[in-house]
Structures are given as C-alpha cells and as structure tokens.
C-alpha cells in the first residue's frame, strides 16, 4: 500500500513539473503557435515555388507538370493514376481493386469510369494534390468524359498554374505572391 502511495506521489510531482514547462513556455497574450510545421510534401507546390521540368520543347505532350493525369484500359480493367515529375505513382485507382470491383457489374463499362473518377478525386483530396494536367482529346458522350466530370465534380482540377518565378527589380509586370492570398 506504501509502495503504491509512492508511485502516486511520483507521479503525480512528474506531470506537474512537465506542465508547468509546457505552459511556461507558451506566451499567454498570443492566441496562437510561433511556429507552424508543414509536413505536407506537396507544399512547395502548392506554393507554385517547386522545381517544374520543361523537358524539351519538341517533346509531345511535354513534360512541364507536377502532376498528370494517367488512365490506361487493358481488356479487362481500368486504371486512372496520378504520375509526379519525378516518375513516382502516388496515387492510384483501379477496377482490379477488390473493393471497386465488388460494387461494379461490369469492369468496363461506363459507371466503372464513373467511380474510378470518383475514388481517384478522393484519394487525390486526402493526400494533398488538387491540380493536376491531363493530356487526352476527349469525345463527347466518351467514357473518358465520365471519368474527368467525375474528377472535376470531385473537386480536382484539371489544370495547373504556372510556376512563380521571382521578378527583377527592373521588370514591369510583378506577378502576385501565390502565398499571400490568405
């Protein structure tokens, strides 16, 4: 009984030591944090401050994107992709995924589209990307279009800004800061 009426104190004294320290150390007339930590790999881009490739200017459809938008159609599924700069999938939706294709009838028809368009501007939002190219010729009435309504509607868009590139002093023209918008 002693031993645990110890531990208790011990205890006890330690959480109040730290508490002190960590409310010591927080000014009290500010209503917020000195510092912010943006753990968010995509935030130099989000920025439109990160690296841009141009690639070549013969290259079709050329290279110049954070990123792109890719779907591939084999015989028996589809696959929409998002493709980084730097050659890595980050994200990546599919008919071949057993929980997509539970809910489907068919892995190729027009709904798979849909919900492939669906899953794909969800996945995109949770993980931080929300501009993105695409380099198809869409037909109207297509899948294809199905699929792209559904990213949009999801809340994607299909298209990126260009990067921020520092003005010199003699320029004319001063582009807007893309992070003093709020």
């Known amino acids: 009984m002693l031993v645990c009426r110890q531990s208790k104190n011990l205890l006890y004294r330690i959480t109040n030591i730290n508490l002190k320290r960590c409310m010591g150390s927080i000014p009290e007339d500010s209503g917020h944090a000195e510092f912010v930590y ?9 920025l439109r401050i990160a690296y841009k490739p141009a690639g070549y200017h013969l ?3 050329g ?8 779907v591939t159609t084999s015989k028996r599924h589809v696959t929409a992709s998002v493709l980084h700069h730097t050659g890595m999938v980050p994200i990546l939706a599919t008919t071949a995924e057993w929980a997509i294709r539970k ?7 027009k709904m798979a589209y849909i919900t492939i368009g669906k899953v ?10 929300s501009d993105m190219i695409h380099t198809y010729e869409v037909l109207p009435n297509s899948k294809l279009e199905a699929l ?10 299909l ?3 260009p ?3 520092s003005p010199n002093p003699w320029d004319q023209e001063r582009p807007e800061k893309p992070w003093e918008h709020y």
């Open 63 to 70: 290279r110049e994107f954070w990123h792109k938008l890719q």
């Open 103 to 109: 809910q489907l009838f068919s892995t190729l028809d």
């Open 38 to 46: 943006n753990r968010n790999p995509r935030n130099l881009e989000k």
């Open 59 to 61: 290259e079709k459809p």
């Open 159 to 161: 298209e990126e800004d």
């Open 120 to 129: 794909l501007a969800q996945r995109c939002l949770e993980c931080g990307i």
């Open 163 to 165: 990067r921020y590139k």
């Open 148 to 157: 792209l309504e559904n990213l949009l509607k999801g809340g994607v868009r």
